[in-house]
């Protein structure tokens, strides 16, 4: 899978879009963009993919460049339940071979109110 | 998420004994993983079925097992606990059948610590 590179730290106002960027320059061409975030130790939780088109879903929206190279996740509406570490995983589509994801150390996003 | 369970939820225990760690799922998923966390850093893979035949070695399978009971069970065992096995235990699911992409679903977490 593609390393990917985010910030450590980012903070963002309640009420405000909270845009978390991600560089993964290495990306192939069956690779998807996924993004999870992990509130306080809890279970990670899904919160969006794409392959190369733009994503929204009732959580967040994703925007990949158009060269793949980078992507960022917005959170159009931040609230205080939003803050946690937000992971950006790069990885082909399962189907037989290595699965799982690979985490790094994500963004941690502070909502202030 | 509550259609994934974990068990127990904390476990406090001392070096050589041998623990199960259990996760039980309701969303009749195929694949099921194990992953553990250490503070400070991301998940990392332990285990994963494709389904109750098909079990596979992930990044950190040294010193752990698995079984997978039936589609809706994986069990992750620690035949010899040892105290750098401390650390945050997370059960996840995913369904292949519909999209080869779909998400994983994560438990809430075991919180082992071995002494």
């Known amino acids: 899978d593609a390393k990917t590179t985010q910030p450590p730290s980012m903070d963002c106002a309640e009420g405000r879009a909270a845009n978390l960027p991600c560089n993964h320059s290495t990306i192939s061409g069956n690779e998807y963009v996924y993004w999870y975030r992990q509130i306080h130790s809890q279970g990670p939780q899904y919160i969006i993919h794409?392959?190369?088109n733009n994503e929204t879903n009732e959580m967040a929206s994703l925007i990949i460049t158009e060269d793949r190279k980078s992507s960022t996740l917005i959170l159009p509406h931040a609230t205080l339940r939003d803050t946690a570490v937000y992971y950006c995983?790069?990885?082909?589509?399962?189907?037989?071979?290595?699965?799982?994801?690979?985490f790094g150390k994500g963004t941690h996003l502070i909502i202030q109110p | 998420d509550a259609d994934v369970t974990q068990t127990p939820r904390n476990r406090i225990t001392k070096t050589g004994k041998r623990i199960m760690l259990e996760c039980s799922q309701t969303?009749?998923?195929?694949?099921m993983y194990w992953y553990r966390q250490d503070p400070g850093l991301g998940l990392r893979l332990i285990y994963y079925s494709f389904d109750v035949k098909d079990i596979n070695k992930g990044e950190i399978s040294d010193g752990y097992s698995v079984s997978r009971q039936a589609q809706a069970k994986f069990s992750l065992s620690l035949e010899s606990a040892i105290p750098n096995q401390t650390a945050l235990y997370f059960c996840?699911?995913?369904?292949?059948?519909?999209?080869?992409?779909?998400?994983?679903?994560f438990g809430d977490g075991t919180r082992l610590s071995i002494l």
């Open positions: 995983i790069v990885r082909v589509a399962s189907g037989g071979g290595a699965d799982g994801l690979t």
């Open positions: 794409g392959l190369k």
């Open positions: 969303k009749g998923h195929d694949r």
């Open positions: 996840a699911t995913s369904d292949s059948r519909i999209r080869v992409t779909q998400p994983q679903h």
